[in-house]
């Protein structure tokens, strides 16, 4: 009793006492916090949502493994129940196909070894139950397989193997021995024509090298030994290509292409007396060019004989030219004779083809031999 008097007591005199009417009208009870807890209840209900749907979408084409279960090992009518450690097969990719759900079936009942299938209903039970324990323990969550399903290819026969060649360890060296066999005319003409080439495009020694091997199998070869003149000549050696045509020359004198190309290297050096040298000689068959270039060179070095003789040359090649017949006629007027010079003036006036000049001195010629 003295207990609760004296908490009647005590309460009378905070009754009394100001400031605890105070404490007691500023107190609040403190308000709950509910907005904390709906925050989590909707959490909890989204992250619910997402475990439904991603179990509807796995549920459709669930993946099982495909594993040998535990089989008791009997030895005469006692059951071991330890049960064998099993060996997970590794999963290997699901080939497509267009097998319905029971050729699925049937196919997954080929892969169970027979044994399983032949062993009694006590030993799958037990077998089932070790299975189940051991396969808790060691099989990793399965992850699901998408399969690509591919076009049937068609199907083609396989080629046959190309048959392959077989190497000769020891080949044996075969000499091909040709048929055509070249006359020495046709290897010179040959090597004249490599040595005109390489003349051609510039390889001056390459050419002469060539040129001294056709001179070498036949020194009196015309074209080669008058290209090695012209080759040595371009190279700047005169005497070099005058020393080739002068021992042609002591060998065949009577070479005409030898003879002119001597006198026009003379004649290009203003040797006009030595360009002569090489044309002062009387050549049957000889060519328009040759008396032309005679008869020019005699005329200018008053050689009025050689003029006369060519020029009654170049009558006989082209008679209808008036120009011959006027060289002839002043050929023959500087000798002297007058008679024979009148009656080539006379052709020369007849043929024409002359300058207004020139015929007026022609004319004017006729008339004073004729006084």
């Known amino acids: 009793m003295s207990v609760i008097n004296k908490m009647l007591k005590d309460l009378e005199q905070r009754h009394d006492d100001p400031e605890a009417d105070v404490i007691n009208a500023v107190y609040q009870p403190p308000v709950k916090n509910t907005a904390k807890y709906i925050v989590i209840a909707l959490s909890l209900v989204v992250v619910g949502l997402v ?8 549920k459709d084409e669930p ?5 040998e279960p535990l089989v008791p090992v009997a030895q005469g009518n006692k059951v071991d129940s330890k049960p064998k450690k099993i060996q997970i097969k590794p999963l290997m990719p699901v ?4 097998k319905t759900a029971e050729d699925k079936v049937a196919i997954v009942d ?10 009694k209903p006590e030993e799958q039970k037990v077998s089932e139950t070790a299975a189940a324990v051991e396969v808790v323990k060691k099989v990793e969550p399965l992850v699901p397989v998408t399969v690509q399903t591919k076009t049937a290819e068609p199907k083609t026969k396989p080629m046959a193997p190309a048959p392959v060649a077989k190497s000769n360890p020891n080949p044996e060296l075969t000499i091909v021995k040709s048929s055509e066999k070249y006359s020495p005319e046709q290897r010179l003409e040959q090597l004249m024509t490599k040595a005109q080439s390489s003349f051609d495009k510039g390889y001056v020694t390459e050419a002469v090298e060539k040129l001294n091997k056709v001179l070498s199998i036949s020194d009196g070869h015309v074209e080669a030994r008058n290209l090695l003149a012209v080759a040595w000549y371009g190279r ?3 005497q070099q290509a005058v020393s080739i045509l002068n021992d042609g020359l002591s060998k065949y004198p009577n ?47 008053e050689r009025y004989e050689s003029a006369e003789s060519a020029y009654l040359m170049l009558t006989r090649l082209q008679p209808d030219l008036g120009n011959w017949w006027l060289g002839h006629a002043i050929s023959l007027d500087s000798q002297g004779k007058f008679d024979a010079a ?24 006729i008339q004073e031999l004729k006084q």
Do not use: C, H
């Not at 993946?63 to 594993?67: D, G, H, K, L």
């Not at 004649?267 to 040759?290: M, Q």
């Open 63 to 67: 993946i099982t493994p495909i594993q």
């Open 110 to 119: 080929d892969v169970i070894p027979e044994q399983t299938k032949k062993s």
């Open 95 to 98: 080939q497509p196909s267009d």
């Open 236 to 238: 700047g050696e005169l």
């Open 255 to 301: 070479v005409e292409l030898w003879r002119m190309t001597a006198a026009k290297i003379y004649f290009k050096e203003n040797n006009i007396k030595g360009a002569f040298s090489y044309l002062d000689i009387e050549l049957s068959n000889a060519t328009l060019e040759f008396y032309s270039m005679k008869a020019s060179i005699a005329r200018k070095l």
């Open 51 to 58: 475990i439904a749907i991603g179990w509807l979408l796995l």
């Open 342 to 365: 009148i009656l080539s003036y006379q052709t020369a006036a007849a043929k024409g083809g002359m300058l207004r000049s020139t015929m007026d001195f022609v004319e004017n010629r």
